[in-house]
């Protein structure tokens, strides 16, 4: 069964640092999104994306975060200057056109120190 | 945007005891998910619901969308400890259809 990949499963960071999240959304995908939870919260909406650009952006997905896909395989999720609230973990997810089905990853568990 | 509430945060069960949560919103909801979330997992959908009163069934899971589309819930059917996680009811939104995730129901199920 097709499996969206995020690299890495845990990234230790120190606060300031920038760090990038990687994920291989499921091929035939078009929607693409980052999701965030705080260890033993709800999972948080980020960002959603589409067609090469943000369709839509949560009050959580300031400046300090970004979202590229820069090879048509790739989606990736920035985070200039971490912060002690960054830790969480961090699920990209995707769908394809025509179905509202969200196929997440298996999460990359940021830490920042 | 809206948000859904979902009730109860935690709930333990015996192992073969039912289970229900419960998710509601004050306004009309045009359709809800549910995902499930293992300890330690990812969320993972089990079910859409799109119409007034629409019941499905997966096994021993039950899925209901109230008449006025306000109001779902979950029913588990004799737990498991298989059936340990996080449930989730989620909501789709805007013409990207955002899904906007409740706080969801940890159940722990006592063997």
């Known amino acids: 069964e097709p499996e969206v990949t995020q690299t890495p499963s845990h990234q230790v960071t120190q606060m300031g640092q920038e760090v990038i999240l990687r994920c291989v959304p499921i091929s035939n995908h078009l929607y693409f999104y980052w999701y965030r939870q705080i260890l033993g919260q709800k999972v948080e909406f980020l960002v959603s994306f589409y067609n090469n650009e943000i369709s839509e952006k949560s009050e959580i997905f300031d400046d300090q975060f970004s979202v590229e896909r820069p090879d048509g395989s790739n989606f990736t999720l920035k985070i200039r200057s971490t912060k002690l609230e960054d830790s969480a973990m961090y699920f990209c997810a995707s769908r394809p056109s025509g179905a509202n089905v969200l196929t997440f990853g298996a999460g990359s568990r940021l830490t920042v120190l | 945007g809206q948000q859904v509430m979902q009730i109860p945060q935690y709930q333990h069960v015996q192992e073969g005891e039912d289970f229900t949560t419960y998710c509601n919103s004050s306004?009309?909801?045009?359709?809800i998910q549910w995902y499930k979330q293992r300890p330690g997992g990812h969320p993972v959908f089990l079910i859409q619901l799109v119409k007034s009163g629409e019941v499905k069934k997966q096994k021993r899971l039950t899925f209901q969308f109230g008449e006025a589309k306000k109001n779902s819930s979950l029913h588990i059917t004799a737990t498991q400890t298989t059936d340990v996680g996080t449930y989730f009811c989620?909501?789709?939104?805007?013409?990207?259809?955002?899904?906007?995730f409740g706080i969801g129901t940890k159940l722990q199920v006592i063997p």
């Open positions: 989620a909501e789709l939104s805007g013409g990207y259809q955002k899904v906007t």
């Open positions: 306004t009309t909801l045009s359709n």
